[in-house]
């Protein structure tokens, strides 16, 4: 055994305290390096398209633009719309084209008994209607005639879809707006923010338990576009039985204009559908969804934030004074709590 020398010892002892602190330090750096600091996170760049904030009511409305010749429009720029509440600018923070937005669609279709020579035509119409919407878009389906069914809840299958409208047969009388209530109840229950409804009808109201009045009055507050579908019968009109006795059956276009025009929809006359080699009802039901891929969404937050439940007026403009803009008239405010 070596005997360790006095100077040695020495040298040891005076050592120690240095190789503690470098001992320690090292330590400190592994444990540093092992656990760092969690990095602050980058701010969230919002792109103007695809970004809206939830913390205050924004108001949205799809917005149709076409030229003189009726050709939509769908190039336009977030600047070449001006927008106007109670007429006072809002200044818009979502803009986007209906392509790349989601929807929630219901079809209201007529299956009273006087839709016997035309319900075929008016399957095949929806069929084409159906297989242009969007994959993801959700779909339920009402029918109506002596009164109103959910036949179809909110479902993204297609097939599904089209096998309950082609077992669908006509009869009875015509709960136009006790469809079009249930039509509107159901819609506000969609995932998507753009909600639209399509309504094929060849009469007048005969059943229903609510009114015209009620139906316009809650479209005008709903988040919705409705299009409606009116199939004539030709010139001589059409006649069919009904409760032992001879009611003659038009088109109830008052009703579908009024929520066309409330909710920035469109409404279609269809008469003599058929002749000509052509179809008019296939050619409307088409360009209902084309409209809905080609429309704008704006969003605006109002500058007007009292909740006391009145109606705003809203008023589209454009840049370009030679195209025309269609969209809805206006929203109720919210209600105070």
Same mark, same amino acid.
């Given at each position: 055994m070596k005997i360790i020398s006095p100077f040695v010892l020495l040298m040891i002892l005076f050592a120690l305290p240095f190789l503690s602190v470098k001992l320690s330090t090292g330590v400190q750096a592994q444990s540093e390096q092992k656990t760092p600091a969690a990095p602050t996170p980058p701010p969230?760049?919002?792109?103007?398209? %695809?970004? &809206?904030?939830?913390?205050?009511?924004?108001?949205?409305?799809?917005?149709?633009?076409?030229?003189?010749? *009726?050709?939509?429009?769908?190039?336009?720029?977030? $600047?070449?719309? #001006?927008?106007?509440e109670n007429g006072v600018e809002q200044k818009l923070e979502y803009f986007n084209t209906g392509d790349r937005i989601p929807m929630t669609l219901g079809i209201i279709f007529d299956t009273s008994g006087s839709m016997d020579d035309k319900i075929e035509g008016v399957q095949d119409a929806v069929e084409h209607f159906v297989n242009s919407?969007?994959? *993801?878009?959700?779909?339920?389906?009402?029918?109506?005639?002596?009164?109103? %069914?959910?036949?179809?809840?909110?479902?993204?299958?297609?097939?599904?879809?089209?096998?309950?409208?082609?077992?669908? $047969?006509?009869?009875?009388?015509?709960?136009?707006?006790?469809?079009?209530?249930?039509?509107?109840?159901?819609?506000?229950?969609?995932?998507?923010?753009?909600?639209?409804?399509?309504?094929?009808?060849?009469?007048?109201?005969?059943? $229903? $338990?609510?009114?015209?009045? %009620? &139906? #316009?009055?809650?479209?005008?507050?709903? %988040?919705?576009?409705?299009? *409606?579908?009116g199939l004539g019968h030709g010139e001589k009109g059409n006649t069919h039985i009904l409760l032992n006795s001879q009611v003659k059956d038009t088109v109830d276009m008052r009703t579908l204009r009024a929520l066309a025009d409330a909710t920035g929809g469109n409404a279609y006359f269809l008469e003599n559908a058929h002749e000509g080699g052509r179809d008019l009802v296939d050619e409307a039901a088409e360009e209902v969804a084309k409209e809905l891929k080609l429309q704008y969404t704006l969003g605006y937050y109002p500058t007007d934030q009292k909740k006391d439940g009145a109606f705003r007026q809203i008023v589209v403009e454009l840049k370009d004074k030679s195209l025309r803009v269609r969209t809805k008239r206006g929203y109720y405010a919210p209600n105070k709590l």
């Open positions: 969230v760049k919002e792109k103007d398209d %695809e970004v &809206i904030r939830v913390n205050t009511e924004i108001v949205t409305l799809a917005a149709t633009v076409t030229d003189k010749n *009726g050709r939509y429009r769908s190039d336009l720029k977030r $600047s070449d719309f #001006t927008v106007y919407v969007a994959p *993801g878009d959700e779909i339920f389906l009402v029918r109506f005639s002596d009164d109103a %069914e959910l036949v179809q809840n909110f479902t993204d299958d297609k097939p599904r879809i089209l096998r309950i409208v082609e077992n669908l $047969s006509p009869r009875g009388g015509t709960a136009l707006y006790d469809a079009i209530l249930l039509g509107l109840q159901k819609v506000a229950d969609g995932k998507h923010r753009k909600r639209a409804l399509l309504l094929l009808t060849d009469g007048n109201d005969t059943a $229903s $338990s609510v009114k015209f009045e %009620e &139906i #316009t009055a809650l479209a005008r507050k709903s %988040e919705v576009i409705v299009y *409606g579908l």
